[in-house]
């Protein structure tokens, strides 16, 4: 499973980037706009931090529009995977793009149904946004089973991004139902490392290895 960063902040990027753990980036409007900069600009510098995919969301709303947008973002670097929203207007941009070679990321896709058209028009990621659908009252988790048992039933190369993420067990959800990548904020993932029993063991274990006064090197 891929696992990507969602995030603007370069700063943080670069710290959990130095894991070796991560493997793409996603931002959106909304981030950009927290992160205060010029978005060519904080896209260039994510992708210089990363070498896997950057998800740079275009603005517009029309299929032409998208089109000139998509292509001036793609011009930024070649890890830079167009995001376009899960509309009709994105949709007929979307295969566009796969014409022309561009990767896109097919965002706000809250149904199975949705999520066809998007592998349909060639998307080579789909974002099923799993918290914003728990927090709407509907199943996030079963969404993703959903899209993966279509895509398998027809090999549909649209990747499955598991997005809109809020906590560790959603990731091993979005893993156990199939996702190929989750989109994760800094803070989760940061969790991901962590485990009390983890935490209690090394301590023991360092109290342990004081006793001994030996050292390894
Ligand atoms: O970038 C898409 C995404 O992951 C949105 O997450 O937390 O705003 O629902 P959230």
Known sequence: MQLFLDTTDTAVLK????????????TNPSLI????????????????????????????????????EGRKLAGVAAN????????REGLIAT???????????????????????????GATFVSPFIGRLDDHGADGMGLITEIRAIYDNYDFDTEILAA??????HVTAAALAGA????????VFADLFKHPLTEKGLEQFMSDWAKTGQSIL
Not at 42 to 55: F, K, N, Q, R, T
Not at 180 to 187: E, V
């Open 15 to 26: 710290d959990l980037a130095a894991t070796g753990l991560v493997d793409g980036v996603t």
């Open 33 to 68: 706009a927290k992160s205060g900069r010029p978005m060519l600009e904080v896209i260039a510098e994510i992708c210089d931090l990363v070498e896997g995919p950057v998800s740079a969301e275009v603005a517009a709303v029309e299929a032409a529009a998208m089109l000139a």
């Open 80 to 87: 830079v995977v167009v995001k376009v929203p899960l509309t």
């Open 95 to 121: 295969a566009e793009f796969a014409r022309e070679g561009i990767q896109t990321n097919v965002t706000l896709c809250f149904s199975a149904a949705q999520a066809l058209l998007a592998a349909k028009a």
């Open 164 to 169: 809109s993420i809020r906590n560790p067990a």
């Open 180 to 187: 190929d990548c989750a989109t994760i904020p800094p803070g």
